[in-house]
Antibody, heavy 117, light 106 residues
């Protein structure tokens, strides 16, 4: 069974960098899109970025100046970096596996990241 | 960027009712639309993909349809366990989620 697990600091100071890692178990990273999605408290879902098997990346246009997604297939991990964070970046951050033509079948449990001094 | 709207934002219905949620895309997305169910404190779960295909393991009371850029999620015979927030997502061009519909079962 495929499982995804987010990890990283739960508290980040304003203007600093948010860094998260998603560890994939129970399956290969090949032939899928791997993405990050966030959800501010009490609000809806916002796609942040995805990375494909080939290494190709895409970013939400509203965040692309601050975001980098990367992967380490040898460790079955992919990562998110978001620079210059503000309180508006406080959210539950999810990682997910998207199958072409289907959608996000597998999700991590989510990790709350709070931006606060 | 493709924008997604959803209506209603909330709805309340009784056990056994049929409910429908509508999602509209700002431009054509073919059938590249998914529906997710999210319960409080949990990650979303995929219900339907490619507008009308039921994901494995999802009860058959859930169904999806499309008409142009308008997509509908229908829940037949609403059950107490269906209390949740439902999101649509387009994956035709990058990914965009709708704002969500909160369903309360009376």
């Amino acid at each position: 069974q495929v499982q995804l697990q987010e990890s990283g600091p739960g508290l980040v100071k304003p203007s600093e960098t948010l860094s998260l890692t998603c560890t994939v178990s129970g399956g290969s990273m090949s032939s899928y899109f791997w993405g990050w999605i966030r959800q501010p408290p009490g609000r809806g879902l916002e796609w942040i970025a995805w990375i494909y098997d080939s290494g190709r990346t895409k970013y939400n246009s509203s965040l692309m100046s601050r975001v980098t997604i990367s992967r380490d297939t040898s460790k079955n991990q992919f990562s998110l970096k978001l620079i210059s964070v503000t309180a508006a970046d406080t959210a539950v951050y999810y990682c997910g596996r998207h199958t072409y033509g289907i959608g996000l079948v597998y999700w991590g449990q989510g990790t709350l990241v709070t931006v606060s001094p | 960027d493709i924008q997604m709207t959803q209506s209603p934002s909330t709805l309340s219905a009784s056990v056994g009712d049929r409910v429908t949620i509508t999602c509209r895309a700002s431009q054509t997305i073919s059938s590249w639309l998914a529906w997710y169910q999210q319960k409080p404190g949990k990650a979303p779960q995929l219900l339907i993909y490619k507008a009308s295909t039921l994901q494995s393991g999802v009860p058959s009371r859930f169904s999806g349809s499309e008409s142009g850029t308008e997509f509908t999620l229908t829940i037949n015979s609403l059950q107490p366990d269906d209390s949740a927030t439902y999101f649509c997502q387009q994956y035709s061009s990058d990914w965009t989620f709708g704002p969500g519909t909160k369903v309360e079962v009376k």
